[in-house]
C-alpha cells in the first residue's frame, strides 16, 4: 500500500483553491469549525446527490424526510441521549488542552488496541502503562478521566425564568423513528421500508484536530430501514455490502477500506460494524451498520404513549418492527474523498503537478472553458452559458493556457474546453482530459453529449 498522503498539504489546497476555510477566519477561528467554500460546496452537495441517487431515487421503498433541528426534550429521554450521552474526557494539566481518553490509546497504538470495551479506570491504566504524552505539549501530566456531555442546550421561551431547555439534536435519526407512523401511513408503506435523511447534527466535541474529521456540527446521511425480526440480520449483511460497494463507485481502492465489527455492543443492539477508511491520520471510522432490534420504536412508544406498531396487511399480525440502520457523514466522506483523490505527479519535463482524481459525478466542476487568448472570449462565453445550461462550468481567461490547466488540475475538473482561433473558422475545439491530459479535437456540437457521458454516477 502506498504511504500515507498528507493531510497538511490537503488542508492548505482546500484553502488556496476555495474548497474549505477555517471557520470565523477573520477572528482568529473556532475550534471544529470550517467553512465549505465555492469549490467544496459543489463537491459535498455532489456527493451527498450521488447518495441520495443510490440509496433513495434507485430504490422503491425508500422515503425522504427533512425533520426538524429542535425536537421536543422527550425524545432525548426516550433515546438515552440525556441520561448517558458522554465522552471520556481527560485534562493535560500543563497545557490545559482537554482530549478523549479512548483517542488518545487508539491513536497511540495506531489502531491496533480498541478502546470501545474498556472502563474508565482500564483506559486511565493504559495511557500510564504506555505513558502516552499529550499530543498538545508534550507532557504526561493527566487529569483522571470525567464523562462530558455531548448535548448542546439552548432555551425556548420568551420570559425569563420561564424557559424550557432544548437541544440541538446530536443525530439525525430520531427524526426518522417519530415519523415512522408519518411516513408509513402517507406513503402506503409495506414492511420492509426505509426512511432516509440527510442533515445537520452538534455535538460539543472537544477533541482538536484532524481538518474535517471530527466538528462540532456536521451532517449526516442515514437510512432506518423497518423490516421483521427474521429478517433483520440478512438486511444487515446486505446493507455492509451496499455501504462498502457506494464508496468503492466512488473511485475509492478495495485496500483502502476494512470491516470493523464492534466488539462491545450496546444492551439494545445485536450487531454493530464500522466500514473504515485508510486516513492520513490511520484506520478511521467512515460509516456505520447498526441491528438496533426494535429498541428505538419501543423506547418512543414508551415514552409519548402512542403505539408504535405495524398492522401486516397479508397476515394481519402486529408488530413492533426491527431496524437496521445505515449512517455516513457526509463531511466525513468528504474528508476520504479529498485524501483518496489528491496526487502529486511528476511530468516528463520534471514538473510537478498537483491533480485531485475526483469521480466526475462528484468533482465539483465539469467541465472549465478557457479561452486561448482573450480576443477569444466572446465566442468561449457562447459555449460557456450553452454548456453552464447542463453543467456546472468554470471560465477563465487569467494567466497562460498552462497555468489555467493546473488551476483546474487542483479542483479536480474533469473536462477543460479551449478556444482558439479554429474555433472561429470550423466551430471546433480542444477537449481535455484530466487524468491523462490527453486531447482531442470535437465540435461545439459534439460536447454537452461527450461530457454528459462520462460524468455519470452508476
Not at 475509492?252 to 477500506?257: A, G, I, L, R, T
Request: with cysteine; proline share 4%.
Amino acid at each position: 500500500m502506498e504511504m500515507l498522503k498528507n493531510l497538511d498539504k490537503i488542508v492548505n489546497l482546500c484553502k488556496a483553491r476555495g474548497l474549505i476555510f477555517p471557520g470565523s477566519d477573520i477572528y482568529g477561528g473556532m475550534g471544529n469549525t470550517w467553512d465549505y467554500g465555492p469549490v467544496g460546496v459543489e463537491l459535498k452537495n455532489n456527493i451527498k446527490h450521488a447518495w441520495w441517487k443510490r440509496f433513495v431515487q434507485e430504490q422503491s421503498n425508500v422515503y425522504g424526510v427533512d425533520a426538524a433541528i429542535l425536537m421536543n426534550p422527550r425524545v432525548w429521554d426516550a433515546s438515552g441521549h440525556t441520561a448517558s450521552f458522554s465522552d471520556p474526557k481527560m485534562d493535560c494539566k500543563s497545557c490545559k488542552q482537554r482530549f478523549r481518553a479512548d483517542n488518545l490509546i487508539e491513536e497511540h497504538s495506531k489502531g491496533k488496541v480498541s478502546a470501545e470495551a474498556m472502563t474508565n479506570e482500564e483506559m486511565e491504566a493504559y495511557i500510564a502503562d504506555n505513558k502516552i504524552k499529550c499530543p498538545h505539549c508534550g507532557n504526561f501530566n493527566w487529569s483522571p478521566i470525567r464523562q462530558f456531555k455531548l448535548m448542546f442546550e439552548t432555551s425556548r421561551g420568551t420570559v425569563e425564568g420561564e424557559k424550557d431547555v432544548v437541544y440541538l439534536r446530536p443525530e439525525t435519526a430520531q427524526g426518522e423513528f417519530v415519523n415512522f407512523l408519518n411516513v408509513q401511513r402517507s406513503m402506503r408503506a409495506k414492511v420492509p421500508f426505509s426512511i432516509a435523511q440527510i442533515g445537520k447534527a452538534f455535538r460539543n466535541e472537544i477533541t482538536p484536530g484532524n481538518f474535517i474529521f471530527r466538528t462540532i456540527e456536521f451532517e449526516q446521511m442515514e437510512l432506518q430501514n423497518f423490516c421483521k425480526e427474521d429478517d433483520a440480520m440478512a438486511l444487515y449483511d446486505t446493507y455492509k455490502q451496499k455501504a462498502l460497494q457506494f464508496v468503492l463507485d466512488l473511485g475509492f481502492k478495495p485496500d483502502h477500506f476494512r470491516f470493523h465489527d464492534h466488539e462491545k455492543l450496546a444492551h439494545y443492539a445485536k450487531a454493530a460494524c464500522d466500514i473504515q477508511y485508510l486516513f492520513p491520520i490511520g484506520w478511521e471510522e467512515l460509516n456505520g451498520i447498526h441491528h438496533r432490534s426494535t429498541w428505538d420504536l419501543s423506547r418512543h412508544q414508551e415514552y409519548s404513549g402512542k403505539p408504535m406498531t405495524y398492522l401486516d396487511p397479508i397476515t394481519n399480525e402486529k408488530y413492533i418492527p426491527n431496524v437496521i440502520e445505515y449512517s455516513i457523514g457526509a463531511d466525513r466522506l468528504t474528508l476520504a474523498v479529498l485524501c483518496e483523490a489528491y496526487d502529486e505527479e511528476t511530468l516528463e519535463n520534471g514538473e510537478t503537478r498537483v491533480v485531485m482524481h475526483f469521480h466526475p459525478a462528484i468533482a465539483p466542476f465539469k467541465v472549465a472553458v478557457l479561452p486561448l487568448q482573450k480576443n477569444l472570449s466572446d465566442k468561449a462565453k457562447e459555449v460557456y452559458a450553452m454548456l453552464s445550461k447542463e453543467f456546472r462550468c468554470e471560465y477563465d481567461e487569467a494567466g497562460s493556457i498552462g497555468k489555467r490547466y493546473r488551476r483546474e488540475d487542483e479542483i479536480g475538473t474533469p473536462f477543460c474546453v479551449t478556444i482558439d482561433f479554429d474555433t472561429l473558422e470550423n466551430n471546433t475545439v480542444t477537449i481535455r482530459d484530466r487524468d491523462t491530459m490527453e486531447q482531442i479535437r470535437l465540435s461545439i456540437d459534439e460536447l454537452i453529449p461527450y461530457i454528459d457521458k462520462r460524468i455519470k454516477f452508476n
